[in-house]
RNA sequence: UGGGGUGUCGCCAAGUGGCCUAAGGCACCGGAUUUUGAUUCCGGCAUUCGAAGGUUCGAAUCCUUCCACCCCAGCCA
């Protein structure tokens, strides 16, 4: 059940005092980019409200700039709103709309509210105004009606050059909102659209494509973000003056979809701009579209983050008319949340450290039944095998351990997990120093969390057993960033994060992930939550990623 | 500087004249339980709502002024 916001608050109300039988959203897209966390909040919006007020939501492709769009992005884009988890009532395309909106074109020259201008970009631009200056009308501003619509025509047949001829709106050039100086509403351009081919030479301009696609659909409201507040008053005019007397949906009468805005959200250490985005991937910073550390909705997916704890995310941080910056714990905590509840939990090993327990007989081995969850034992157990040589975590041990190291040293002994407690008995080092193995001893009298005497063992460490465990290369990812505002920097790219992935090509996996299914989720007990890799994750090579970590807090106290 | 917006705890965010000496989440700080330093659990965390005035018995909520920040001068969306 989502939140009470001041969106909802207004369709209720709508609904409540008899403005709309039901509501009728849309998620509109351009099929020029990827989505990202900031669409999943539009899209949660959307189709969430929808749902929750029993009304729809349409899927509407703003298709109106050929030059930029592609068949690619759309079905990504289809394919992210359905993996969020939502249906659309239609599947639209602006571009299906173009007859009817040029005949809404042809409406308001005929009204002479719309005129053909053939001021270059340059002039148009100058004859625009300022912030502060009033624009000035065009000389081209009042041609008859019969003239413009002869131009209008032609525009259409692809008599002129591209650039020549622009269709404006007659509004007023001394308004103080920028958006009404005579708006353009359609330009030539020769280029063919990735669904329209080349059947068009003139393309709608969004401030008139939008609203009528809004009207022509029946939505009831149009919700859009902060920085369209000026077009609202455009929006409103472009209906006020079209004559739409029946919708698609076969409803009659004056119908104004309302468009009402919210703020963005933007993530902390992340970046949001398509045009950014593309840079990233074509210079190889990151591996494409779908790279983990990415919070495109594919690289999120990629990352492990579920559909449910990208939900919740965009819950959790609202809907408010305030632009907000989101602290990066906010996503993380929706994703632990999600995979506490739901994530099979197993040992893997990612730095591994041999331990030859001397005491153990080799060749010899046991299994321990350990279940999958610590608290909801329908998920089941598993078997997990134990024998002479075991892996632990290189972190799991320090040569000069401080006091409060609950973990292994010289002459230290730990409980390895759901099984044995050893003690550290000889550390064999290279000429460096750097330790290569330890040799134990294991308390046979210690097993099922027990000890023969009653003493206490605080430290328990995960492990694998070497003979038994599955080799795999572990990714484990951080911040893409190191700054946490790094759109606001021209040179973002030398904010990249160098640590931002961590490979560990030798970890040692339990057994039992052989059996993982792709879309299985995973918590490393003491470690995080892992998923396969959906590209590089194959039956001969386990790939897995690091989702997000456990909440740790000893690496807050060892600092 | 014209127009349009926004300002409540470190980050989000409830709240629309009295029950606000201001919910909730994240973060943070304690403490309990724990064969994950995880989870869970308990407790702490704004006498203050951008600032200053004013109205009122009473204001975060109404009025005035001021300040800060964001958006708009694409034939992009």
Request: aromatic share 10%; glycine share 6%; charged share 30%.
């Amino acid at each position: 059940m989502s939140k009470n916001h001041f969106l909802r608050s207004i369709a209720e109300n709508d609904i409540k005092n008899g403005k709309h039988d039901y509501v009728y959203t849309r998620f509109p897209p351009e099929p020029n980019g990827y989505l990202h966390l900031g669409h999943a909040k539009s899209i949660c919006l959307n189709f969430g409200m929808a749902s929750d007020l029993g009304g729809k939501c349409n899927l509407r492709f703003d298709d109106t700039n050929p030059e930029k769009e592609d068949e690619e992005y759309a079905e990504s884009i289809r394919q992210s709103v359905e993996w969020l988890g939502f249906q659309w009532d239609k599947l639209c395309y602006a571009s299906d709309y173009y007859d009817q909106l040029y005949t809404f074109a042809v409406q308001l020259i005929s009204k002479g509210v719309a005129y053909v201008d053939e001021l270059n970009a340059e002039q148009m631009r100058e004859y625009r105004g300022t912030l502060t200056e009033p624009g000035k009308n065009s000389p081209y501003r009042d041609r008859s009606i019969e003239e413009n619509l002869d131009l209008f025509t032609r525009m259409k047949a692809g008599e002129f050059e591209e650039g020549k001829y622009t269709l404006r709106a007659k509004i007023d050039m001394s308004s103080p909102n920028i958006t009404l100086r005579d708006p353009i509403l359609y330009r030539i351009r020769y280029a063919t659209h990735y669904r329209a081919g080349d059947k068009w030479c003139i393309y709608p301009m969004y401030d008139f494509t939008h609203c009528i696609s809004d009207a022509l659909e029946g939505i009831t409201h149009s919700f859009c973000t902060l920085e369209f507040q000026d077009n609202r008053a455009l929006y409103d005019w472009v209906l006020e003056h079209i004559d739409l007397q029946e919708n698609l949906n076969g409803e009659k009468g004056k119908l104004m979809p309302r468009q009402i805005e919210f703020g963005r959200s933007n993530l902390e250490y992340t970046i949001a701009s398509k045009r950014k985005l593309i840079q990233l991937v074509n210079e190889g910073h990151v591996s494409g579209w779908d790279d983990p550390r990415l919070t495109t909705l594919v690289g999120l997916k990629r990352r492990g983050y579920t559909p449910k704890s990208i939900r919740d995310f965009c819950e959790e941080i609202g809907v408010t008319k305030k632009d907000s910056v989101i602290e990066m714990t906010v996503l993380e905590n929706a994703i632990r949340h999600d995979l506490e509840a739901s994530a099979k939990r197993v040992f893997g090993v990612l730095k591994p450290l041999k331990v030859v327990i001397t005491n153990y007989p080799k060749g010899e081995s046991e299994t321990f039944t350990v279940k999958n969850h610590p608290k909801d034992d329908d998920m089941g157990t598993r078997e997990i095998p134990f024998a002479r040589e075991v892996y632990i975590d290189h972190d799991d041990f320090m040569m000069d351990p401080p006091k409060k190291f609950f973990r292994l040293g010289p002459g230290r002994e730990v409980r390895l997990r759901y099984g044995y407690a050893i003690t550290c008995n000889e550390v064999i080092q290279d000429d460096q120093g750097n330790v290569l193995e330890l040799r134990c001893t294991y308390d046979p009298l210690t097993a099922k969390g027990q000890t023969a005497d009653g003493r206490k063992i605080k430290g328990i460490i995960h492990w694998v057993s070497a003979d038994h465990a599955l080799d795999a290369e572990v990714r484990v990812y951080d911040r893409l960033y190191t700054d946490p505002n790094p759109g606001a920097s021209d040179d973002f790219i030398s904010l990249l994060n160098p640590d931002s992935l961590k490979v560990y090509p030798d970890a040692k996996l339990e057994p039992s992930l052989a059996e993982g299914r792709q879309n299985d989720r995973y918590q490393f007990e003491r470690v995080g939550y892992f998923c396969f890799d959906e590209k590089d994750n194959s039956a001969s090579k386990l790939v897995m990623n690091r989702t997000v970590s456990l909440r740790d807090t000893w690496a807050k106290v060892s600092k």
